[in-house]
């Protein structure tokens, strides 16, 4: 799978959109994107996934650039509850969907 | 609809003991995921469950470390002998095979603390 690069934190004051950036410049054509969190002490938890089109759900929003080399996560009104570690992580599909493997992640932290 | 369930949330064992942790995954989900944090580190994936049959076990870090899936339902992952390394944070997820997702839901992990 290919190898993704985040920054390593972040801020973002409460109420404002955070637009969280990840690059994937070796992915491949059957690789997705997949953003997961993980909250302090618990397990993490899917967010969103695409694979080249945008994609937007009830958590978040992700954009992926045309060349598919790079993405953006988009938390539209963030809140002290989004505070977490996120995981920017491409995965390929195989027919039963293997591991997933987690790099290190950007610490967000939501401030009043 | 229940989430994953591991048990124990805690365990405090000393070095050389045996441990075994619990994974219940969400009912008629046939993948079943071992991961592990240790201090640190990243999570890191240690073995996959299709049903009952191991489909990857590549992050297995040795031979202490044992899986099972007996019926395809839950799951055990015993560490014996337990070495100091091996304190950390073992998370289990599961997932349906077949879907448009494949989202991983994952417990909220066991606190495994070799002393």
């Known amino acids: 799978d290919a190898k993704t690069t985040q920054p390593t934190s972040m801020d973002c004051a409460e109420g404002r959109a955070a637009n969280l950036p990840c690059n994937h410049s070796?992915?491949?054509?059957?690789?997705?994107v997949y953003w997961y969190r993980q909250i302090h002490s618990q397990g993490p938890q899917y967010i969103i996934h695409?694979?080249?089109n945008n994609e937007t759900n009830e958590m978040a929003s992700l954009i992926i650039t045309e060349d598919r080399k790079s993405s953006t996560l988009i938390l539209p009104h963030a809140t002290l509850r989004d505070t977490a570690v996120y995981y920017c992580?491409?995965?390929?599909?195989?027919?039963?969907?293997?591991?997933?493997?987690f790099g290190a992640g950007t610490q967000v932290v939501v401030t009043p | 609809e229940a989430g994953v369930t591991q048990f124990p949330s805690h365990s405090v064992i000393e070095k050389g003991q045996t441990v075994t942790l619990r994974c219940d995954p969400i009912?008629?989900?046939?993948?079943l995921y071992w991961y592990r944090r240790v201090m640190g580190k990243e999570i890191k994936f240690l073995l996959h469950?299709?049903?009952?049959?191991?489909?990857?076990e590549s992050g297995m870090p040795n031979n202490r470390f044992l899986a099972e899936r007996t019926g395809g339902t839950y799951s055990t992952l015993k560490v014996q002998p337990a070495e100091l390394e091996d304190s950390g944070v073992y998370f289990c997820?599961?997932?349906?095979?077949?879907?448009?997702?494949?989202?991983?839901?994952f417990g909220p992990g066991t606190r495994l603390t070799v002393l």
């Open positions: 997820a599961s997932s349906q095979v077949r879907g448009r997702y494949n989202e991983q839901f």
């Open positions: 070796t992915i491949s054509g059957n690789e997705y």
């Open positions: 009912s008629g989900h046939d993948n």
């Open positions: 695409g694979l080249k």
């Open positions: 992580i491409v995965r390929i599909r195989t027919d039963s969907w293997g591991k997933l493997q």
């Open positions: 469950f299709v049903k009952e049959s191991k489909q990857d």
